[in-house]
Nanobody
Framework: QVQLVESGGGLVQAVASLRLSCVASRSINNFNSMGWYRQTPGSQRELVARITSGGSTDYADSVKGRFTISRDRATNTVSLEMNSLKPEDTTIYYC???????????????WGLGTQVTVSS
């Protein structure tokens, strides 16, 4: 089993910055990718940013140019630097660790409990 612990959420004003961190209970080298998702009540959980084991990154269009995902293998940490925050970024952010199986049915996903980000206008 894998535990993911997020931190760094909070209440900020628009255009401010926040840095979210996610610490994994085992080496992040074990995962094919790690990422940050967010989910508002009544909506599907959506990808915010992802980094693969090879270092490639993906971002949601809504955060490109504002958010940056990074990792630190030494501390098993994945971080999300969020700049120029907007009120519409308000929601709970979840850390994800993904292991790809030989086929998708064997994929495994691990989730943290989430951290709340609130951006006031």
């Amino acid at each position: 089993q894998v535990q993911l612990v997020e931190s760094g959420g909070g209440l900020v004003q628009a255009v401010a910055s926040l840095r979210l961190s996610c610490v994994a209970s085992r080496s992040i080298n074990n995962f094919n990718s790690m990422g940050w998702y967010r989910q508002t009540p009544g909506s599907q959980r959506e990808l915010v940013a992802r980094i693969t084991s090879g270092g490639s990154t993906d971002y949601a269009d809504s955060v490109k140019g504002r958010f940056t995902i990074s990792r630190d293998r030494a501390t098993n940490t994945v971080s999300l630097e969020m700049n120029s925050l907007k009120p519409e970024d308000t929601t709970i952010y979840y850390c994800n660790a993904h292991i790809s199986g030989l086929s998708s049915q064997y994929d495994r996903d691990y989730w943290g409990l989430g951290t709340q980000v609130t951006v006031s206008s």
